[in-house]
């Protein structure tokens, strides 16, 4: 496609990810159009919204005419939904990397096959193979929902044999609908994740590895480049591109990563542009929201080069006051729109500098004026090494 007439992308789901892609998208002359069941969707305060949900055929069809390329915000738009507007318009990432990605079973099975391992796992249907997963995989260990569980919902730590009752009593009823799987706890030294990014051509990028820290199961920091990383990086890169040719992938994905000892294990992957890339947006010289746009709309993808470090904090529940922020150097707020939720992400920061012990010195101070010492802490932790 070229940029000689404005291309318009459609994109499912309304959220902070798609604002963060509308915005991405306009420099370039992309028009979008964002489609969410709610009114309310945060990217529909930056970009055209179709209120619709994802059985509305009547209003999908209508969507469908009126973009050249449909992308996601949101993996877990239903997989008869994405299948049925493939028929009609080009739609990357394609149905099967999403139907893959949507299944924690099916997921972990193709991380296998191409080389990546993972936590040990058994899928789980019933209480009686609770017990007998609980018995091969051991404890500790955790119960996930196979489908539409996100930053750590829909979750369930056993810390010993006798957890089985708690943790049927809590996810028991999802067996029937969305299936189960018990994995194996990882005592991991650090969580990683790759973000890349493969073009309709096959180029294939990714930006440098990117470390986690997770509160609650959600994302709560953000560095890159991770601190000693480059070893690591083409052992990551090598298993996201197997991922990536074998899905025949277009677009941006994450893949995140445990780090122990000298072993990499696949979490997840997630089919969309990623919160740990949001670093991206000022600390690489191209951000992951712009790649995808380019990738799925078969333009050249830019360089993924980090212009130096990246911290990015998340806010979740509710915004800080932005001043703090704002006041800095090299800081970045990004405020979602959306309304005050506890356990919701409505924004998050990214803070940029040429070196570690310059990053190192800024987010102490800002985190010490926003009263987020504590968040930032295990990032200052790295930062010094
Ligand atoms: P998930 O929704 O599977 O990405 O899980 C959210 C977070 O929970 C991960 O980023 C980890 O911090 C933690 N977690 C998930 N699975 C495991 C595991 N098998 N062992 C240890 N920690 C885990």
């Not at 007439?5 to 990810?17: E, K």
């Not at 509308?22 to 964002?34: C, D």
């Not at 470090?309 to 707020?333: C, E, F, K, Q, R």
Request: proline content about 4%.
């Amino acid at each position: 496609m070229s940029l000689d007439r404005q291309p318009v992308l459609g994109i499912l789901g309304g959220g902070q990810l798609a604002r963060m892609l509308a915005l991405a998208a306009a420099p370039l002359g992309v028009n979008t159009l964002v489609v969410d069941s709610s009114a309310d969707a945060c990217a529909g305060q930056v970009a055209p919204l179709l209120v619709a949900d994802w059985t509305d055929y009547a209003a999908l069809q209508r969507f469908a005419e009126k973009v050249d390329v449909v992308t996601f915000d949101f993996e877990n738009v239903p997989a008869e939904t994405a299948h049925w507007l493939a028929e009609r318009v080009a739609v990357f990432p394609a149905p099967r990397a999403l139907a893959v990605a949507q299944d924690r079973l099916a997921e972990k099975t193709l991380f296998h096959e191409c080389g990546l391992h993972t936590p040990a796992f058994v899928a789980v249907a019933t209480r009686e193979e609770l017990e007998q997963a609980i018995a091969e995989v051991g404890v500790p260990a955790i119960l996930k929902t196979r489908r539409l569980g996100y930053d750590g919902k829909g979750q369930f730590r056993l810390g010993q044999a006798a957890d089985a009752e708690a943790a049927w009593a809590a996810l028991g009823t999802q067996a029937a609908v969305h299936g189960l799987i018990l994995e194996a706890f990882v005592p991991f030294e650090r969580e990683l994740s790759v973000l890349a990014v493969r073009g309709r051509d096959g180029d294939f990028r990714t930006w440098p590895l990117t470390g986690n820290w997770h509160t609650d199961g959600v994302l709560a920091m953000s560095l890159a480049p991770a601190p000693d990383s480059e070893s690591l990086h083409q052992r990551a890169t090598g298993h996201a591109r197997a991922l990536a040719e074998r899905l025949d992938y277009v677009g941006v994905f994450a893949l995140e990563l445990f780090v122990k000892g000298d072993e990499l294990l696949g979490n997840e992957m997630a089919p969309r542009v990623h919160n740990s890339g949001h670093w991206t947006i000022e600390g690489a010289r191209t951000s992951q929201f712009e790649n995808h746009v380019r990738a799925v709309l078969g333009l050249p993808l830019g360089d993924t080069g980090a212009r130096g470090l990246s911290a990015m904090l998340n806010w979740i529940g509710d915004l800080p006051a932005a001043s703090a922020v704002l006041a800095a150097v090299d800081a970045h707020w990004h405020d979602y729109g959306k309304a005050s939720r506890p356990g919701r992400k409505v924004g998050h920061a990214t803070l940029c500098a040429s070196d570690a012990v310059v990053l190192h010195e800024r987010l102490a101070t800002l985190a010490a004026a926003l009263g987020r010492t504590q968040q930032a802490q295990p990032v200052l932790a790295a930062l010094k090494g």
